[in-house]
Every structure is written in structure tokens, then in C-alpha cells.
């Protein structure tokens, strides 16, 4: 067995990297059981040195890096390169804050001195995903490893290279063996990884089938997990919404990464006295985003990630539209090579259908009309997902009835709904447990240590 990168523009094969055996995966794992011994114990100022040193490269490296993300999963060039910047800035905010989020915390008892550690646990597997290949690797990789972690990453088997090229990067700046491992390793071998008890965690950014498989081997080897899952965010667009700000805004959280992000808006619930407008020049705008050749720096989309990726999509708006949805907009694949797929806009979509049923994961949007912000945040909420949603309104008393009604975990108000080192990225139901970024992410696979002196 082998991981094969295709490129999902051209349906050609772009290298094949052969999965690590048992005893490969062993060694691996001893690796870096030994490796937290001593990088735990490494003082965090010399742990932001490593840090930045591997930020340096990959900015003097973004070209490089962007057309290989490109190459492997089809996000145009411009995303790649901004996917890569963003990276670094993350890198860069973990080494400089760090040590000021893992400090030890002074809490008031009965004693003469108490309070709270944070801790390193061991080493952490991660399981990524193939649709921000860099991205979510380095938000999880960089807050781990300042905190004293060691990790493990199996990447998905659709973007080797890019799982190739991190391992090589953290090498290059100079971190030990052992402290970042890239793995090959097949999800019959996971389970078998999460139950070694050289494995401290678990975190995963997938699908909620992988979620849940995730969970269930985690809770039985009682190791802690961080999920980060699905979701089928909600768009609220209120009565006084400004349309010439909102329309393109509503476009790019759509379309942006080809469609492929679970933070991505998906659902765009506008109230009834704004509705016919908005979908006319939503509908217009879908219609004429810029796609083709995602090296092309004119193209806004390019394919999705595979054919199967691609046919689950046409399936699934195929099935709504025989159920009574309209497409105002796409609809049907593209012709031709490349695993295209047009910006959709359905309206009228019967609740039981599977565009309403299901997280769409492409640049299909689904367009609710409701009468007013109690009906809008009602209907949000109405779905198994809690990732995230906007509301867009020129009305602070609707900014804050959407942030304290929406079931979800974040909220953004007059934004697409984004990632970002400050702030704390997760959900509820079925958008997983867990958060990542911020000081909660770095926290997250920490040891939680109180102490206390009489």
C-alpha cells in the first residue's frame, strides 16, 4: 500500500510514498517516547528559538510549499500562499506567548502557596486532514511542541508530500529527532497507535465518522482527545444588512478553499424583507466566480479535492433538486478534465433532502427565508453541528441576541467566520470536543498540576 498524491486539476499522479511497516511504526513511536524525555526539560525560550528558525524557512519557502499544496489537493495558489503565510504567523505567536500561557498560576487557599502547572503529557498523535495541509498540522504542531510535547502526525494520504515536507522543515530548523514524526501509516494502523502507551492524546480534524472511531479507541485507552469536526455553518443576513458588503462577503465564506472547510458558511438564512434581492445578486455573484486552473492567479476556484469528493457533491444536489430544490445557479459538474465543480446556489430546499440534511462539502450554498432574527437563529440551530456563524447587521441589539443564541462555538459578527492564534477554535454536538488555539488550545494537552504548601 502506498500514498498517492493525484492532482485533482490535471487527474494526474504526482508521487507515490510507501507506507511504514509495523516495525517502522515502532520505531517511530520509540523515537519519540525517547524524545520527550529530554525536550520536555528543554526551557521554553530555547524550545521559541526552534520555533522561530522553522517560521524563517517556511517564509523564505512559501512559493515552494503553495504549489505543492496546489499540485496535491487543488487550492488555488493565491489560498496556498496565504495557507503558508498564516502558518508561520502562527508559528511565530506560539514561540512569543508560550511561555506566558504556561505559566504557573497563583491560586488563594488556606495555604501559604498554591495554585497551578501546565505541564506537558508525552507524545501526541495527530490526525489531519488533506483540505488546509498545512494549516492544520502547524496550529496543532506549534502550541504542542512550546508546550513540551512531543508529536506524531498522521497526515491524510492525499497530500503526502505536504506531510513530508513539515517533518523535513522542523528537521532542517533544527528540533530533535523524535520531537516531530510524519507517519504513513494506514487507518487500520491508527487504532493500534492510539492504544500504545507511548501515546499520551489523541487529536483529529476529519470527518464525524472519524470522530467518533477516534473517541471510541480513546475513551477505552482512556487517553485524551481533541475532536474537530463537521459543521454546516449558518450565514444570518438581517433586515438592515448593507448588500454591497454583504453579497461578496457571503460569496467568499462559500467558495473560499474550493468550498472545502468545515468553518465554511453553508447555509444563508436571510430575513424575508431582504430576501428576493439578496438571492438575485448572490445567485448573479455565485454564477460568475472566476474557475479553472488553480495555478492561474485569475482563477478565485479550482476543482475539488478528488473525483470521489466530487461525485458525493453532485450526488447530494442531484437527490435535493429531484426533491423539490431549485438551482438558481450550477448545479451539475463541469465537463472536462479536473474534478470541477461550479458555484451552486439551491433555494427551496425541502428539510428532508440531503442538502439540508447533510454538510456540503463543496461551493454549494443553501439559501433559507425566514421571517424574522427568532425564526433565523431557530433555524441555525436546527442541524446535528455546532462549528461556527455569522450575522451580519447593522443592529448591536441583533449582534448580541445572534452571539447568545446561536448554538455553536464562535460567533461572528459582520466577518466570516475565521481562525486565528487568539482566539479559542471549536465546537458543540457534533462538531467535536475539545478546542484548539488561543491559550485553551495550548492548554489542551497539558497536565493540569495543582500544588499546594500548609
Same mark, same amino acid.
Given at each position: 500500500?502506498?500514498?498517492?498524491?493525484?492532482?485533482?486539476?490535471?487527474?494526474? @499522479?504526482?508521487?507515490?510514498?510507501?507506507?511504514?511497516?509495523?516495525?517502522?511504526?515502532?520505531?517511530?513511536?520509540?523515537?519519540?517516547?525517547?524524545?520527550?524525555?529530554?525536550?520536555?526539560?528543554?526551557?521554553?525560550?530555547?524550545? =521559541?528559538?526552534?520555533?522561530?528558525?522553522?517560521?524563517?524557512?517556511? $517564509?523564505?519557502?512559501?512559493?515552494?510549499?503553495?504549489?505543492?499544496?496546489?499540485?496535491?489537493?487543488? !487550492?488555488?495558489?493565491?489560498?496556498?500562499?496565504?495557507?503558508?503565510?498564516?502558518?508561520?504567523?502562527?508559528?511565530? /505567536? /506560539?514561540?512569543?506567548?508560550?511561555?506566558?500561557?504556561?505559566?504557573?498560576?497563583?491560586?488563594?487557599?488556606?495555604?501559604?502557596?498554591?495554585?497551578?502547572?501546565? $505541564?506537558?503529557?508525552? =507524545?501526541?498523535?495527530?490526525?489531519?486532514?488533506?483540505?488546509?495541509?498545512?494549516?492544520?498540522?502547524?496550529?496543532?504542531?506549534?502550541?504542542?511542541?512550546?508546550?513540551?510535547?512531543?508529536?506524531?502526525? !498522521?497526515?491524510?494520504?492525499?497530500?503526502?508530500?505536504?506531510?513530508?515536507?513539515?517533518? #523535513?522543515?522542523?528537521?532542517?530548523?533544527?528540533?530533535?529527532?523524535?520531537?516531530?514524526?510524519?507517519?504513513? %501509516?494506514?487507518?487500520?494502523?491508527?487504532?493500534?497507535?492510539? %492504544?500504545?502507551?507511548?501515546?499520551?492524546?489523541?487529536?483529529?480534524?476529519?470527518?464525524?465518522?472519524?470522530?467518533? %472511531?477516534?473517541?471510541?479507541?480513546?475513551g477505552r485507552n482512556l487517553k485524551k482527545c481533541v475532536l474537530e469536526l463537521g459543521g454546516s455553518d449558518a450565514f444570518i443576513v438581517g433586515a438592515d444588512a448593507d448588500l454591497d458588503l454583504v453579497v461578496?462577503?457571503?460569496?467568499?465564506?462559500? @467558495?473560499?478553499?474550493?468550498?472545502?472547510?468545515?468553518?465554511?458558511?453553508?447555509?444563508?438564512?436571510?430575513?424575508?424583507?431582504?430576501?428576493?434581492?439578496?438571492?438575485?445578486?448572490?445567485?448573479?455573484?455565485?454564477?460568475?466566480?472566476?474557475?479553472? #486552473?488553480?495555478? #492561474?492567479?485569475?482563477?478565485?476556484?479550482?476543482?475539488?479535492?478528488?473525483?470521489?469528493? *466530487? #461525485?458525493?457533491?453532485?450526488?447530494?444536489?442531484?437527490?435535493?433538486?429531484?426533491?423539490?430544490?431549485?438551482?438558481?445557479?450550477?448545479?451539475?459538474?463541469?465537463?472536462?478534465?479536473? /474534478?470541477?465543480?461550479?458555484?451552486?446556489?439551491?433555494?427551496? @430546499?425541502?428539510?428532508?433532502?440531503?442538502?439540508? *440534511?447533510?454538510?456540503?462539502?463543496?461551493?454549494? %450554498?443553501?439559501?433559507?427565508?425566514?421571517?424574522?432574527?427568532?425564526?433565523?437563529?431557530?433555524?441555525?440551530?436546527?442541524?446535528?453541528?455546532?462549528?461556527?456563524?455569522?450575522?451580519?447587521?447593522?443592529?448591536?441589539?441583533?449582534?448580541?441576541?445572534?452571539?447568545?443564541?446561536?448554538? @455553536?462555538?464562535?460567533?461572528?459578527?459582520?466577518?466570516?467566520?475565521?481562525?486565528?492564534?487568539?482566539?479559542?477554535?471549536?465546537?458543540? !454536538?457534533?462538531?467535536?470536543?475539545?478546542?484548539?488555539?488561543?491559550?485553551?488550545?495550548?492548554?489542551?494537552?497539558?497536565?493540569? !498540576?495543582?500544588?499546594?504548601?500548609?
Amino acid at each position: 500500500m502506498s500514498f498517492t498524491a493525484i492532482n485533482p486539476a490535471t487527474e494526474e @499522479v504526482i508521487a507515490q510514498y510507501p507506507t511504514h511497516s509495523p516495525a517502522q511504526i515502532d520505531a517511530v513511536l520509540a523515537s519519540a517516547s525517547v524524545a520527550f524525555t529530554s525536550w520536555s526539560e528543554v526551557p521554553i525560550e530555547d524550545r =521559541a528559538l526552534l520555533m522561530v528558525r522553522a517560521a524563517e524557512l517556511l $517564509e523564505g519557502e512559501i512559493p515552494v510549499i503553495a504549489q505543492l499544496m496546489t499540485s496535491e489537493m487543488g !487550492k488555488t495558489f493565491n489560498a496556498s500562499r496565504g495557507e503558508a503565510g498564516k502558518s508561520a504567523m502562527a508559528m511565530r /505567536y /506560539y514561540a512569543e506567548h508560550a511561555s506566558e500561557i504556561l505559566a504557573p498560576e497563583s491560586i488563594a487557599t488556606r495555604g501559604s502557596r498554591s495554585g497551578v502547572r501546565y $505541564e506537558p503529557i508525552g =507524545a501526541v498523535l495527530a490526525i489531519m486532514p488533506w483540505n488546509f495541509p498545512l494549516w492544520q498540522v502547524l496550529r496543532f504542531a506549534a502550541p504542542s511542541l512550546m508546550a513540551g510535547n512531543v508529536v506524531v502526525v !498522521k497526515h491524510a494520504p492525499n497530500v503526502p508530500g505536504c506531510a513530508a515536507y513539515i517533518e #523535513d522543515l522542523f528537521t532542517r530548523a533544527g528540533f530533535p529527532r523524535g520531537v516531530y514524526t510524519n507517519l504513513f %501509516a494506514s487507518v487500520e494502523d491508527a487504532a493500534g497507535i492510539i %492504544a500504545d502507551p507511548r501515546i499520551a492524546g489523541v487529536t483529529l480534524t476529519g470527518s464525524e465518522k472519524a470522530g467518533r %472511531a477516534v473517541a471510541e479507541l480513546a475513551g477505552r485507552n482512556l487517553k485524551k482527545c481533541v475532536l474537530e469536526l463537521g459543521g454546516s455553518d449558518a450565514f444570518i443576513v438581517g433586515a438592515d444588512a448593507d448588500l454591497d458588503l454583504v453579497v461578496p462577503m457571503a460569496v467568499t465564506a462559500r @467558495v473560499q478553499n474550493n468550498g472545502q472547510a468545515c468553518v465554511a458558511a453553508k447555509r444563508f438564512i436571510v430575513l424575508s424583507a431582504r430576501a428576493d434581492e439578496f438571492i438575485e445578486r448572490f445567485s448573479h455573484a455565485m454564477a460568475t466566480v472566476p474557475t479553472g #486552473d488553480p495555478m #492561474d492567479p485569475e482563477s478565485v476556484m479550482g476543482p475539488l479535492v478528488s473525483r470521489a469528493q *466530487r #461525485d458525493l457533491l453532485a450526488g447530494q444536489v442531484s437527490s435535493s433538486i429531484a426533491a423539490g430544490a431549485v438551482a438558481r445557479t450550477g448545479g451539475a459538474p463541469l465537463e472536462g478534465r479536473g /474534478y470541477y465543480y461550479p458555484a451552486t446556489v439551491l433555494t427551496d @430546499v425541502p428539510a428532508d433532502s440531503r442538502a439540508a *440534511r447533510e454538510e456540503l462539502f463543496g461551493p454549494v %450554498a443553501v439559501v433559507h427565508v425566514v421571517e424574522d432574527l427568532e425564526a433565523a437563529i431557530d433555524l441555525a440551530n436546527q442541524t446535528p453541528w455546532g462549528l461556527g456563524g455569522s450575522i451580519w447587521s447593522n443592529d448591536q441589539g441583533e449582534i448580541d441576541t445572534a452571539i447568545a443564541g446561536l448554538d @455553536v462555538g464562535m460567533v461572528f459578527a459582520n466577518a466570516i467566520v475565521a481562525s486565528m492564534p487568539e482566539l479559542p477554535f471549536g465546537g458543540t !454536538k457534533n462538531s467535536g470536543i475539545g478546542r484548539e488555539l488561543s491559550h485553551y488550545g495550548v492548554r489542551e494537552f497539558t497536565n493540569v !498540576k495543582s500544588f499546594f504548601v500548609a
